[in-house]
């Protein structure tokens, strides 16, 4: 017992100075040849820039973290992949505590856990700030990841697979009532929820299947602008989902909802009784070959749900998505201020249960504009009345192959350069022939669209880069709030093959922009770019977290 008391003193304080890796097992001690520390023991002991490993083996219970790392020094909280298993041994509907509960910490990574019966939640985080939640694979659970707290700010959760409901009996073979509030409402969760969280929620590259709703944050009581803010939803795989994907309550300010992938669900884009503004749907694609539900249930569907009273957001801009549908794409209910063009729809064959028409029974609003839209089914009456449309094209858009999710144009498509030039967010269109490909594809990319831009004050926001491309030997990266200009230049380092070059940016509000032309450069060959000390115009200095690209650093 006294070795046991040294050692682990030694490792605490060589931990303590060296930021050394602690490992931990189900109960600590000599394990796998290793010592280590129990879990709870871990976090106690936890500092900025720790690094506490699961090792493999199964976890069960719950713990409790109350120590924060520092700015780009998280404290990082690493499983094993498959082989760290947290099994919760509760059957849904069972009550019982996370396995990991977060209070008043910030800048903390949990990542590459495997996860099971943990109901209702694995992780829950009040009044955090720069959390990560990532590359986890999860059965079960009604709230994956819930968060709360009017203090939380900047959550990432990314690149998680998260299985609800792995028997499928959810998609068809309960009821949608049994689900909502019934018997098995105990499934009615998300991967994350939120409940009067001030905002700043990236949610990316997660696989979301069987599962009642994807992401749902509520703000209940909030006001437009105070909770709910700058949520970044992209490049998502939402599959066999019984109710909505996405579904913000009560509040959604600045949200940016791109490149996303949905296959089978039920109401794709539920935004009802919401206030709020600035609402970017683009560069999605969808599309439906299943029935779900029960005979006679609630199972119509449709890709947006609005209803008949408000509050309603200010604006929705909603382009550049390539739906194949069996359902409507509104139906019974309206919005207000709602944008819609260059989208591509084609309904597929009409039945009696699916009544597959353009808006439905909706009401036409006086802040509609809808434009270069083109659908196989004829456009609303109330569109082409009130001088909407005028650039609409009927007919079929002739995907390559909808039914397995290639939603690229055929050379025949009178979708090819049919679409409307469109500056938005300080972005213009761009394309390659005449004009934009209607639909989600320019040629065989996805439509870029604009990059995010933080919005408001009521928190303070790092610059993130949230924007990388590369094109005629330049690399300009976007961030979400414009920099501070101290220098009309300023030197970056490229890292290619192993040689540092020494290049010129220049800054420009929201970019930077980096001068590749005397370099033999390529993007493929690039290894890393380290940036000076850069700060916004807020004063606060860049920050790597939740970067678009992993290759960036930072001068020491």
Same mark, same amino acid.
Request: aromatic share 14%; no cysteine.
């Given at each position: 017992m006294e070795k046991h008391l040294i050692f682990l003193s030694f490792f605490i304080l060589s931990w303590a100075w060296a930021e050394e890796t602690i490992y931990v097992s189900p109960e600590g001690g000599v394990y796998q040849d290793r010592q280590t520390l129990a879990p709870q023991e871990a976090l106690d002991h936890a500092l900025p820039g720790s690094t506490i490993v699961f *090792?493999?083996? &199964?976890?069960?219970?719950?713990?409790?973290? $109350?120590?924060?790392?520092?700015v780009d020094r998280p404290i990082r909280i690493l499983g094993s992949g498959q082989k760290a298993i947290f099994n919760g041994k509760l059957k849904g509907g069972e009550t019982g505590e996370p396995a990991f509960f977060l209070s008043s910490v910030q800048w903390i990574e949990i990542e590459g856990? $495997?996860?099971k019966n943990y109901w209702p939640y694995f992780i829950r985080a009040k009044d955090c700030r720069y959390i990560t939640f990532r590359k986890s694979y999860i059965e079960g659970a009604k709230r994956v990841f819930s968060a709360s707290g009017e203090k939380s700010h900047h959550f990432l959760i990314e690149? =998680?697979?998260? %299985?609800?409901?792995?028997?499928?009996?959810?998609?068809?073979?309960?009821?949608?009532e049994e689900l909502h509030h019934g018997e098995y409402g105990h499934y009615n969760g998300a991967l994350f929820a939120?409940?009067?969280?001030?905002?700043?929620?990236?949610?990316? @590259?997660? #696989?979301?299947?069987?599962?009642?709703?994807?992401? @749902?944050?509520?703000?209940?009581g909030r006001k437009r602008d105070e909770g709910n803010l700058n949520f970044e939803i992209y490049e998502n795989l939402f599959q066999r /989902? +019984? %109710?909505?994907?996405? &579904?913000?309550?009560? #509040?959604?300010?600045? !949200?940016?909802?791109?490149? =996303?992938? /949905?296959?089978?669900?039920?109401?794709?884009?539920?935004?009802?009784?919401?206030?709020?503004?600035?609402?970017?749907?683009?560069?999605?694609?969808?599309w439906n070959d299943e029935s779900y539900g029960l005979p006679g249930d609630h199972s119509a569907g449709r890709v947006f749900k609005f209803n008949n009273q408000g509050p309603f957001p200010d604006s929705i801009y909603v382009f550049h998505?390539? !739906?194949?549908? +069996?359902?409507?794409?509104?139906?019974?209910?309206?919005?207000t201020s709602l944008s819609h063009w260059n989208n591509a729809i084609e309904f597929q064959t009409v039945s009696p249960l699916f009544k597959c028409t353009f808006l439905g029974r909706t009401k036409y609003q006086k802040g509609?504009?809808?434009?270069?839209?083109?659908?196989?089914?004829?456009?609303?009456?109330? *569109? @082409?009345?009130?001088?909407?449309?005028?650039?609409?094209?009927?007919?079929?858009?002739?995907?390559?192959?909808?039914?397995?999710?290639?939603?690229?144009?055929?050379?025949?498509?009178?979708?090819?350069?049919?679409?409307? #030039?469109?500056?938005?967010?300080? !972005?213009?269109? &761009?394309?390659?022939?005449?004009?934009?490909?209607?639909?989600?594809?320019?040629? &065989?990319?996805?439509f870029n669209g604009p990059t995010?831009?933080?919005?408001?004050?009521?928190?303070?926001?790092?610059? @993130?880069?949230?924007?990388?491309?590369v094109q005629a030997k330049q690399i300009k990266l976007s961030f979400s709030v414009p920099l501070k200009k101290e220098k009309s230049e300023v030197l970056c380092t490229l890292i290619q093959e192993g040689k540092e070059h020494s290049l010129k940016g220049k800054i420009s509000g929201y970019h930077l922009t980096i001068d590749c032309s005397d370099l033999d450069f390529e993007k493929d060959r690039m290894e890393k770019i380290l940036l000076p000390t850069l700060k916004g115009e807020n004063g606060l200095p860049v920050t790597l977290w939740a970067s678009v690209i992993d290759k960036i650093g930072v001068k020491d």
């Open positions: *090792l493999p083996g &199964e976890y069960s219970g719950h713990f409790s973290l $109350s120590k924060s790392g520092q856990f $495997s996860v690149d =998680n697979v998260w %299985d609800q409901d792995p028997s499928g009996k959810m998609w068809n073979g309960l009821s949608w939120a409940k009067n969280i001030l905002g700043s929620v990236i949610f990316r @590259r997660n #696989v979301i299947r069987h599962a009642y709703n994807g992401i @749902r944050p509520t703000a209940r /989902i +019984r %109710d909505n994907p996405i &579904e913000p309550e009560q #509040v959604a300010t600045n !949200w940016w909802i791109h490149h =996303n992938t /949905i296959h089978n669900a039920h109401a794709w884009f539920s935004i009802t009784n919401v206030a709020g503004s600035d609402i970017y749907i683009f560069s999605n694609i969808g998505n390539s !739906w194949y549908l +069996r359902q409507n794409l509104i139906d019974h209910d309206y919005t509609y504009s809808f434009d270069y839209d083109l659908s196989n089914s004829p456009f609303d009456s109330g *569109l @082409r009345e009130n001088g909407q449309e005028k650039h609409g094209i009927q007919g079929a858009a002739h995907f390559l192959n909808p039914k397995e999710g290639d939603f690229r144009l055929d050379l025949k498509s009178a979708a090819i350069d049919k679409g409307r #030039v469109t500056s938005l967010v300080g !972005w213009k269109s &761009e394309f390659t022939g005449k004009a934009p490909d209607i639909g989600a594809f320019e040629g &065989e990319k996805r995010f831009r933080f919005w408001g004050n009521l928190y303070p926001e790092r610059p @993130r880069i949230v924007g990388f491309r």
